[in-house]
């Protein structure tokens, strides 16, 4: 299996455009995580699907943050519009049920807001 | 809410050394999970080690294991033999089911540097 893939791995953006972060999580796999991990904060759970259907999202910081999972394969975290401390790396993990206590990383998407 | 405490910012040791990085936790719940994560420079997020709160004896995987003080609420992780591939920020983690849906809602404290000098 290829993991979790997230894209891209760097994203480099102005303040106030765009920013869409993409995740494939492990096949199988039913429960999809967003995090995002700064030098102030650290490691901090956004939001977090099962089955395709958001659980809680009460991580997410602000209304320009939106996140989506349209199946079981894919899934995307919007930021709209971006701002210079929205700067961070922001992890996608995988688990499944069988499994559930371990969490699967991907790489990570490097996101600096200019 | 669970907090997750790890004391030591940075830590060095010696290749072939012994070296227990330290982790204390807070938390009302009975039944938990505790994780050490591996983040070297490249980013990526390793798991390292688990261990389950309702199990007595201490997790070990290979040269990594820890010790589970359960009364105490400390997890320490302990490498044995460190290898200069060790070095990188090793992060204690904390996860309880969330309505029964998932156990991945990790908290995690703020993350120890290691550095393995040759």
């Known amino acids: 299996d290829a993991g979790v893939i997230q894209s891209p791995r760097h994203e480099v953006t102005e303040m106030g455009q765009e920013v869409t972060l993409r995740c494939k999580p492990i096949?199988?796999?039913?429960?999809l995580f967003w995090y995002r991990q700064t030098m102030m904060r650290g490691l901090e759970l956004l939001i977090y699907f099962n089955n395709n259907v958001p659980i809680d999202d009460s991580g997410m910081p602000e209304d320009r943050f939106s996140a989506k999972m349209p199946n079981a394969s894919f899934s995307t975290l919007k930021i709209q519009p971006s701002e210079p401390r929205d700067s961070a790396v922001y992890f996608c993990a995988s688990s499944s049920r069988t499994g559930g206590e371990k969490l699967f990383f991907g790489s990570g998407t490097q996101l600096s807001v200019l | 809410a669970q907090t997750v405490t790890q004391s030591q910012p940075e830590m060095s040791v010696q290749e072939a050394e012994t070296v227990t990085l330290s982790c204390t936790y807070d938390t009302s719940e009975s039944n938990y999970y505790l994780f050490w994560y591996k983040q070297p420079p490249s980013r990526q997020m390793i798991l390292v080690i688990r261990q389950e709160a309702y199990k007595q004896q201490n997790a070990t995987e290979n040269r990594f294991s820890v010790n589970f003080q359960k009364a105490a609420k400390s997890f320490s992780l302990k490498i044995s033999d460190s290898q200069l591939g060790d070095t990188a920020m090793y992060f204690c983690?904390?996860?309880?089911?969330?309505?029964?849906?998932?156990?991945?809602?990790?908290?995690f404290g703020q993350g120890t540097i290691l550095t393995v000098h040759p």
């Open positions: 983690a904390f996860s309880t089911p969330a309505g029964g849906t998932s156990y991945g809602k990790l908290t």
């Open positions: 096949s199988g796999h039913n429960s």
